[in-house]
């Protein structure tokens, strides 16, 4: 239209120029001449622009349509579910940590329909009574298929400490080899659709998101490790799906129903109870009872930058179906600007008959009630004269963060007429993250314990720790 728009006033001006001379001035005819000549060349030049113009748009709309039918390493295709499900919490300026497993925006496409990632992380710990290790924590390899428009499979396989024949490792953690969850989704709306497989347990949101990149400190709380075993994977199968009950507003559930604890699996009394539920977290094989355990998780957030979370994990414990554990938390999530705040509280109920000790191995390490919580208040921030000193090194994708976490745990001894074991941790730590996947981290950890049976001893526990954590 522009282009018709510029030659009708052109030949206007030539139109009144050789029609109307009286309005320029009286000339002779070679004027005249010379000047249709000159708007005639200007003419030419301006059909000569547009042409250009007409040639570099259509340049743009091929390169638009070749990168859309582009199918590279780094740019999924469409219906690449879990990668658009990560971009919405980035397009949306939320942190990771509002994410589940639907938010590793790490993986490459491989092959056809398929795609691979994962994260690793490395540790030096320093211990107050002079100790000093290093250790490879986790490699976490995750593969995802697009299976069908409906149909999407996912697993994550966990080696910890250099895998099954390594030793020693922090605390001397020995090496293991385990699939943390393998999954086949069936996808059939927004508010329903059915998982089945080696489950991520959704009990807190800790255990959804633990992640080491994710987190901003290296060691996980105490409550999402003695109380909330994480990583808690149990084999079953379920439901899961979104409603949406205004537009500011949405409500996210998952429920299953799972092999859950066995008690038979807890170990000896050594540690007086500290990881009887660690040690007995759920099948990824068997059921240890007649019947199953139920988990599940209700997240409602009621505007942009705050999540509320309830779950709760019931199931019988002992092999004779007579005793019941049920796991209840509560979790938070707020984020306004560059300020975060997470946390989460869990209470475990465990009964425990007459006849239970009698008739179940290891009842010495049945504990009762166990509590715990955390409190994490975040602030990300990056000094300008940082950038303007290394604008390559600290750039607009990196920062920093200050982290603060208050923890504790209160577990009911197993032997009757001991003292509870309680624990309190406040870890104030820094990192620096040169992406959002790369992070690097600095603590201190500071514990203290209430143990009667150590005749409340002061224990040297207290340890800096430097970490590093990368998707890749």
């Known amino acids: ?68 039918n582009i199918s590279a390493p780094d740019a999924p295709s469409d219906d690449f579910y879990w990668t658009k499900k990560s971009q919405e919490l980035v397009d949306k300026g939320l942190a990771p940590v509002f994410g589940n497993q639907y938010g590793k925006s790490f993986l490459r496409r491989f092959g056809r329909n398929t795609y691979i990632g994962g994260y690793m992380d490395h540790e030096l710990v320093f211990t107050e009574n002079g100790e000093h290790s290093f250790d490879q924590h986790r490699l976490i390899p995750f593969i995802y298929s697009d299976v069908s428009d409906r149909v999407k499979f996912a697993t ?79 084999s079953g199968m379920g439901f899961f799906g979104t409603f ?34 660690r040690d007995s977290r759920g099948s990824q094989q068997d059921d240890n009872n007649r019947n199953p355990a139920i988990v599940g998780r209700v997240a409602y957030s009621p505007f942009l930058g705050l999540e509320v979370g309830l779950s709760a ?30 946390g989460e509280y869990a209470h475990a109920s465990i009964e425990r008959d007459g006849n239970f000790d009698a008739v179940t191995p290891n009842s010495d390490k049945y504990n009762g009630d166990m509590w715990g919580y955390y409190v994490e208040p975040r602030y990300h921030f990056m000094p300008q004269f940082l950038k303007d000193i290394a604008p390559t090194f600290f750039t607009d994708n990196s920062t920093f963060t200050g982290v603060v976490r208050l923890g504790g745990i209160d577990i009911n001894r197993p032997t009757p007429g001991s003292a509870d074991l309680r624990q309190t941790r406040l870890t104030p730590g820094i990192n620096f993250r040169y992406t959002e996947d790369t992070v690097f981290k600095a603590e201190y950890q500071m514990n203290w314990e209430s143990d009667r049976s150590l005749d409340d001893a002061e224990v040297s526990n207290n340890s800096l720790i430097f970490s590093v954590a990368t998707y890749f």
């Open 1 to 68: 239209m522009k282009k018709y728009t510029i030659m009708f006033l052109c030949l206007v001006a030539l139109f009144f120029t050789a029609v109307c001379p009286g309005v320029y001035g009286q000339g002779s005819n070679d004027d005249l001449e010379s000047k249709v000549e000159k708007m005639e060349k200007m003419l030419n030049e301006l059909k000569g622009q547009l042409k250009e113009q007409t040639k570099a748009t259509n340049e743009l709309k091929a390169m638009r349509d070749e990168i859309k």
């Open 244 to 277: 949406y009950p205004s537009e500011t507003s949405k409500l996210d559930y998952e429920i299953y129903a799972v092999n859950g604890f066995s008690v038979e699996d807890a170990g000896t009394a050594a540690d007086g109870g500290l990881n009887f539920i």
């Open 156 to 234: 994550e396989i966990e080696i910890e400490h250099g895998g099954p024949d390594g030793s020693g490792g922090i605390q001397e953690k020995s090496g293991e080899i385990k699939i943390e969850f393998a999954t086949i989704d069936f996808l059939m709306t927004d508010w329903l659709n059915y998982r089945g497989g080696i489950i991520l347990s959704p009990l807190g949101k800790f255990n959804l998101v633990h992640d080491s990149p994710l987190q901003d400190l290296t060691e996980r709380p105490m409550v999402s490790t003695r109380i909330i075993p994480t990583t808690l994977s149990e």
């Open 313 to 342: 994990h019931t199931g019988n414990i002992d092999e004779h179906s007579s005793n019941r554990m049920t796991i209840k938390a509560v979790d938070w999530t707020y984020q306004r600007g560059a300020f975060e705040l997470v």
